[in-house]
């Protein structure tokens, strides 16, 4: 009992000597503080400024509110003693209040005080100060914000700030921006020159657009630093002509995949039925309604369910747009077999009444179809910024085309299909009904469509127009390939999307199309079957 009660004391002890110990230092700290803070009622904007400087030099995290008071215009400094303090108008006075304790004085009146007047230097100087005093904040985002705004202001009074905060922080990604922010305020300080280019080296390193900003003010600079600022620059454009490559291979891929998706179900029904289909388009805009009213559904009964909404819309718009194909080719296409500038016609027509029925039932108006939580924001690849609806619809094109390959080359349907496609009439001598192969085979084709406008509709306005846009698209894509040859559609679909990625910067989009067509009629004048040429019906005929 004793012994606990000695120990109780002795906590009790160590208790009062850590309070009066940080009361000490705090003491300490507003003596180094007071005459500072004294000093931003200075006699012109430069004392002011240096007065800042001063104050952020100390790191107290009170600095912060007193500048934010001083560009508010709340600092003022009493006539009399010169005492600054915060101030706000109270009738005849201003409430004083202490800036460095917060403790409230006497009021004072308002013809015994000044304000501390600042102007838009000031301001600016006073902007970087407090974000340079957040590096040392406890969120990592307001200390990433504040590396950032370093990094733009380039002001080398920052400089010790950031080397405490560099030592300070644990994070890897806001360490290197404090290091990067660091290099520039190093460039525009009066460093000497091994300094600068072993800053130059730093700041290279990322080779993003933004160092080509910190370095090319260098350029011309005599001397060694100008040398290295020159040779970092040519570096970075080399590196970035490079990733522009890249990316333009990436973004053609993702348009190659979204013209797969939407000449895929084409090049079956061409190549198989040779039929000319120009209601296609209306399949995909079909399949992009049918996810625009499950999402509608789920919103209404089931909104836990969003983030599953294209996984239920992948069926439901394969069996909408697939039964309303054999509904077409059973009550239009067969009666026209044979005549393809009928059924090019026949299916025109189809496309208006298509597109005028979702108009009277829809409205004219986009409407809106959301993008789950696992298909929004983006990630960085190199100096690549990607969306992820841009990757899945890449990796969707590609999961059809895998899938359709499989139906075609291991089941019964997929085997009648190319025995249709090679020799119809043996195939119907040999029992298979070649009528049924056609219905299905239509039908399966704008069940395609229909899921190709599921994707379609994340990355495009869904409209009645929707299925237009892509029509003349996939004809290209079909005929360049290879009429009913899938491998020649993947291939032809991925060359023209890389094709057209590469022309547009220089051409722009539309004149880029042109020159694509162009370029595809002379390839069609020396190759008329396309890349890979079929075999079957479709040449024999």
């Known amino acids: 009992m004793q012994l606990n009660r000695l120990l109780s004391v002795f906590i009790l002890m160590l208790g009062v000597c850590f309070h009066v110990a940080q009361a000490s230092a705090q003491t300490v700290d507003d003596a180094k503080l007071r005459p500072l803070v004294q000093a931003l009622a200075g006699d012109n904007f430069d004392d ?148 600068k280019i072993a800053s130059i080296t730093e700041v290279s390193a990322g080779n993003s657009r933004d160092a080509l900003g910190l370095l090319t003010p260098l350029e011309g600079v005599q001397g060694p630093v100008g040398e290295a600022a020159k040779a970092a620059i040519g570096s970075i454009n080399t590196k970035l002509a490079l990733w522009n490559g890249i990316q333009n291979i990436v973004y053609g891929l993702s348009l190659g995949s979204v013209l797969l998706l939407a000449a895929i179900g084409l090049a079956i029904t061409f190549g198989v039925m040779g039929v000319i289909n120009m209601a296609h388009g209306e399949m995909v805009m079909i399949g992009a309604y049918t996810t625009f009213v499950v999402q509608q559904i789920i919103r209404a009964s089931a909104p836990g369910l969003f983030d599953y909404s294209l996984l239920i819309a992948l069926p439901a718009a394969f069996l909408v747009s697939g039964a309303i194909g054999v509904v077409i080719e059973r009550g239009i296409i067969r009666f026209l077999y044979g005549r393809p500038l009928e059924t090019l016609l026949a299916t025109w027509g189809i496309s208006l009444v298509l597109q005028q029925a979702i108009r009277s039932w829809f409205g004219a108006s986009n409407v809106q179809v959301g993008n789950p939580s696992w298909m929004a924001g983006s990630f960085d690849l190199g100096l690549l910024t990607l969306t992820w609806s841009r990757l899945w619809i890449i990796v969707f094109a590609l999961s059809v085309f895998a899938i359709l390959q499989l139906v075609l080359k291991k089941t019964m349907l997929g085997l009648r299909m190319r025995a249709v496609t090679q020799n119809r009439r043996m195939a119907s001598s040999m029992g298979i009904r070649t009528p049924w192969v056609d219905a299905l085979t239509f039908g399966l084709g704008s069940g395609i469509a229909g899921i190709a406008g599921v994707a379609l509709s994340q990355i495009d306005n869904v409209s009645p127009n929707l299925g237009q846009g892509y029509i003349i698209d996939s004809f290209m894509v079909v005929v360049f390939g290879g009429v009913g040859n899938l491998w020649g559609t993947l291939v032809g679909a991925m060359s023209l999307g890389i094709a057209n990625k590469f022309l547009e910067p220089f051409a722009g989009a539309v004149l880029g199309k042109i020159v694509v067509l162009v370029l595809i009629i002379l390839f069609i004048q020396k190759r008329p079957r396309g890349l890979f040429a079929l075999k079957g019906r479709a040449i024999e005929a």
């Open 48 to 195: 002011t400024t240096k007065a800042i400087s001063d104050l952020v030099k100390t790191g107290d995290p009170r600095v912060s509110t007193i500048l934010n008071a001083l560009s508010a215009g709340d600092l003022y400094v009493a006539k009399a003693n010169k005492t600054v303090f915060l101030g706000k108008r109270d009738g005849s006075d201003y409430a004083a209040t202490d800036p460095l304790t917060g403790t409230k004085l006497e009021p004072v009146s308002r013809s015994a005080a000044d304000k501390i007047k600042v102007n838009n230097r000031l301001r600016r100087d006073i902007a970087a100060a407090i974000g340079g005093l957040t590096l040392m904040s406890d969120n990592i985002t307001e200390r990433r914000s504040a590396a950032e705004a370093i990094l733009k202001t380039r002001d080398p009074e920052s400089i010790p700030l950031l080397d405490q905060a560099i030592a300070a922080e644990k994070d890897a990604g806001v360490k290197a921006l404090m290091q990067k922010a660091k290099a520039a305020a190093v460039l525009s300080s009066d460093a000497a020159d091994d300094v």
